[in-house]
């Protein structure tokens, strides 16, 4: 993949139809707070509601059309030093390197865009290989195991807790 196609921006109304593409897809859900949609009228209030409204999320793009997303989502009060992450994208593209790519590009400009944010953090089902070894790619650091930490797809579970802090390197592999 030509990295130069894959581009990184604010989702727009406009994106319905290539977001529905993806978002209703259940393999790419699986891992995610949020549940498959299913319909383009509830893709366009998504957008509306969630996606566009967000303090930082972005649209993947390739060749500007929608693919997936990153978002990353500060906290408040004394929490407003870390952020989460999560992302994800369409299982057409899966291992292609795209993701990786686009967390890289979020986290090379994400600390300059919200000055108070000093760290990053991502949670991961244990058997979400693919995600940890994205997170790895990037430089994340594996921090810890998470004994029934949340619930997915109503189901606790546990994580794996990954840091990335805005003195540490992107990994250049
Ligand atoms: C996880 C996800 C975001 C990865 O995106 P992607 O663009 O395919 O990721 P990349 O191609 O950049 O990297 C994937 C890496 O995982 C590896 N991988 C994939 N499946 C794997 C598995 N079952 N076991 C071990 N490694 C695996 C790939 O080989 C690749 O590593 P490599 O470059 O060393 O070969 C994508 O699969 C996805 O959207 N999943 C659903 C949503 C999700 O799980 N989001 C994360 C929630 S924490």
């Known amino acids: 993949m030509d990295p130069l196609r894959i581009s990184l921006r604010p989702f727009k109304l406009s994106d319905v139809d290539d977001f529905l593409k993806w978002a209703s897809d259940d393999r ?29 999320r972005r649209s993947i793009c390739l060749d500007n059309r929608s693919i ?39 986290v090379s400009k994400v600390f300059d865009e919200i000055p108070e944010l000093v760290r990053l953090e991502a949670m991961v089902e244990l ?13 994340f650091l594996k921090e810890g195991l998470l004994r029934k930490y949340g619930y997915c797809k ?18 250049s592999n």
């Not at 009228?41 to 409204?53: F, G, R, S």
């Not at 989502?73 to 990786?100: F, K, L, M, N």
């Not at 058997?127 to 430089?139: D, F, P, T």
């Open 28 to 56: 790419v859900t699986r891992y995610l707070r949020w549940n498959t949609i299913t319909s383009r009228e509830e893709a366009l209030t998504y957008l509306e509601k969630v996606a566009i409204p967000h303090p930082w």
């Open 68 to 106: 997936g997303y990153i978002s990353i989502r500060p906290g408040s009060g004394d929490d407003r030093c870390r952020a989460r992450v999560g992302y994800a994208v369409s299982s057409e593209y899966w291992g292609q390197g795209i993701v990786t790519a686009a967390l890289k590009m979020a």
């Open 154 to 171: 109503g189901e606790i579970r546990d994580m794996f807790v990954y840091g990335f802090i805005s003195t540490d390197e992107i990994s």
């Open 127 to 139: 058997e979400n290989k693919a995600s940890q070894r994205v997170l790895e790619k990037v430089g």
